[in-house]
């Protein structure tokens, strides 16, 4: 069965620093992967996609995502964050049939000033 | 930026009244969905359909929801008799198909008093 886990409720860093937030998918197929953003209140914004090819993807405010397909991961990474990138991040899988696609839980992402 | 539109933003009723909500999705995209984002942000997926047919839905869909996707109107959900377990928001997506991007509207929020 298809599934995405992202083991971190919440992840607080101080604005500058490095982030990475984890993703692990199952799927026995090729997976279709998505990180997107939920600010408050509002609905879901692309940050990047993975299809096929390079395993790191870059997105949008300098985001990017590596796929590993040996591990069943799609980590998100930023270099530097800012206070702005408080948000709740969520990785998402497009498999199987009917269309169906998957979320992990979210990770509420801190960033302190 | 998506151009998935959702009506209204916020919806308040009481229990067992009528709660109905309403997707315009983006131009051309033949795949739509129906997910429910609880307090904790958890999505359930509760109905696809393609080109006005219903591709999948779940058993709670199947009791007290109600969906359709009309050509040349606006999809929409409705609740026939609300629940205080149904407050959350509800986000309408939609896709060219299987495997590509998701757009998501902003949501409406329902809230059962």
Known sequence: ??????????????????????????????PYLFWYVQYPR??????????????VVQGVNGFE????????SFHLRKASVHWSDSAVYFCVLSAGSNNRIFFGDGTQ????P | N?????????LVKG?????????IPEKGHPVVFW???NKNNEFKFLINFQNQEVLQQIDMTEKRFSAECPS?????????????GDSALYLCASSLGRNTEVFFGKGTRLTVV
């Open chain 1, 1 to 30: 069965a298809q599934s995405v886990t992202q083991p971190d409720a919440r992840v607080t860093v101080s604005e500058g620093a490095s982030l990475q937030l984890r993703c692990k998918y199952s799927y026995s197929g090729t």
């Open chain 1, 42 to 55: 509002q609905g879901l914004q692309l940050l990047l996609k993975y299809y096929s090819g390079d395993p």
């Open chain 1, 65 to 72: 995502a590596e796929f590993s397909k040996s591990n069943s």
């Open chain 1, 109 to 112: 992402l801190v960033v302190k």
């Open chain 2, 2 to 10: 998506s151009k998935v539109i959702q009506t209204p933003r916020y």
């Open chain 2, 15 to 23: 229990q067992g009244q009528k709660a109905k909500m309403r997707c």
């Open chain 2, 35 to 37: 997910y429910q984002q």
């Open chain 2, 72 to 84: 040349n109107s606006p999809c929409s959900l409705e609740i026939q008799s609300s629940e205080a």
